[in-house]
């Protein structure tokens, strides 16, 4: 592939995003304008601001990866993800937009009456949502590296621009480019998931086929509970992700919420299905993969032209931004409005914007000193924010009779039991069903104790 072609065909997109974020920062006004965008959010918008939000490097690259290694099992990843959607759909969004809060961390001050305890769950969000973005930059940095552009430079631009039309439009700029970039993405992996097919076309992916073909080019065996981990992670942090929250805070309705969330979930799963047909069969088809990269980018290499793979790299990095902008506005809403206390009390909407680019600076820097797997990294992300806020944030969602000390019990819970499942169940579904279940039990004793 050209890298000239490459570099033209990015910055040329990455600037027309950063030109909607400068036009769109004009029309924003206040910080709810900026972090909310008025709650005036209609159903296409946030189905695909939604879609962006779930569709980066973890579902593109990483389900190809896993796909590469075990075959169909790949998709779990993404099932979690729609499975998430799902329950959303079936009361949880509706309740989202209903509860009138900027933050998912918010909800400690409002029914737990505890403003110590917003900024505890606030600061877990943060981290959480934080090594998510970390692993988006890591991802962007390998297709760099994969397309032959070292020079690190090219990559600090690229999310410069994207750090400047975050911060200067907020949600508004976010949600217009995001539904620019879904469909972008929709039409030339669809494009060439088509003239990527068998001669038989998608009659060929009948049950006895796949089944047979796992068993031939899969043949390690895979214990369920071994693979269960990621499916339940990626599910349950949906419902408290405050990425996603925001969306649904910033719905027009309670019923805009509901079925954006559904449409969400048929478009993840569907689309989901052609990275790991690129995964699965860049295995059979015995493509070299280089250390460190995703095996979607040698397979399309190898069947496509040098336009259209350049086309595919910017889709891909696109689906990266997707992700990245709404993590940067989720990362830096928690801290302007759950740590607004510290914060002047003047100028809000520039201080606003002020914390939105040292919150992607600081992801930029660091991004340098870690590397990993993709999905290992957002798993770890998960599991931390699960354990620790799951149990009395989903309660606080549909309980009005709450104790703050039950809240406390059950997040010193759920965190002790993260760090002694991260050091004794390595690689098991207990890792992930131990915390909640003490973090649950912890609420149920602190919940007990607090009425003696």
Known sequence: MSITLFLILLFSLTTIYFIIGLITSSKVTSVNDYFLANRQVGILPLTFTLVATQLGSGLLLGTAARAYSIGLWGILYTLGI?????????????????????????????????????????????????????????????????????????????????????????????????????????????????????????????????????????????????????????????????????KFFAARTAWTATIAAFLSSIIITIFACIPLYFGIFAKIKNIAVPAGVSPLLPFIEKISSEWVYALVVCALIAAIASTADSLLCAISSHIAQDFSSFLPTTRKLLIAKFITFITGACALGVSFYISGDIISVLEQSYRFSISCLFVPTIIAYFTENVRQGAALVAIVCGSLSFIGAQLFLPHSILQDIIPLALSLLGYILGAILSEK
């Not at 949880?92 to 900024?119: C, D, G, V, W």
């Not at 039409?187 to 088509?194: A, G, M, N, P």
């Open 82 to 246: 729609s499975i998430g959607f799902l329950i959303l759909g079936f009361g949880f969004a509706a309740r989202l937009q209903s509860l009138n809060i900027a933050t998912t961390a918010e909800i400690f001050e409002t029914r737990y009456h505890s403003p110590k305890l917003k900024m505890f769950a606030s600061l877990v969000s943060i981290i959480s949502l934080w090594g998510i973005l970390v692993a988006q930059i890591i991802a962007s940095h390998q297709l760099f590296l994969s397309c032959g552009i070292e020079d690190p430079r090219w990559l600090l631009c690229f999310w410069a621009l994207l750090i400047g039309y975050t911060m200067l439009g907020g949600l508004r700029s976010v949600i217009i480019i995001d539904t620019l970039q879904v469909g972008f993405i929709l039409i030339i992996f669809s494009v060439v998931f088509y003239y990527a097919l068998p001669k038989e076309g998608l009659t060929t992916f009948t049950m006895a086929n796949l089944i047979k073909m796992q068993n031939y080019y899969f043949t390690k065996k895979y214990v369920l509970s071994a693979l269960l981990p990621v499916v339940v992670s990626s599910a349950l942090f949906s419902l408290i992700e405050q990425d996603l929250a925001q």
